[in-house]
């Protein structure tokens, strides 16, 4: 029962990130762009902390935290870039 649930939580990881993905290509604004890719990457730490589950190394849990952090800075960043400029 656990493998099915972790299959189909790939799966439907696997298609938010290509919904994601095509946001980012069509999005025909930059705010768009940064929600796509700030979407993508909270698809992509839940992808980590699934292949950590089922690796069973909790190490690459860290590593989605780090990435979580640096996407999240990222984001504020940009955002204030847009906003008033830097």
Known sequence: MGDLLFLIAGSIAILAGLLGL???????TLPDR???FDVLTIITISVISLIAHVAGRIIYLDA???????SFLGVIVVARYL???L
């Open 64 to 70: 989605a935290i780090v990435y979580g952090l640096l």
């Open 34 to 36: 940064v929600v796509a």
């Open 83 to 85: 906003e008033r400029g």
């Open 22 to 28: 095509i946001r980012f290509v069509v999005g025909p």
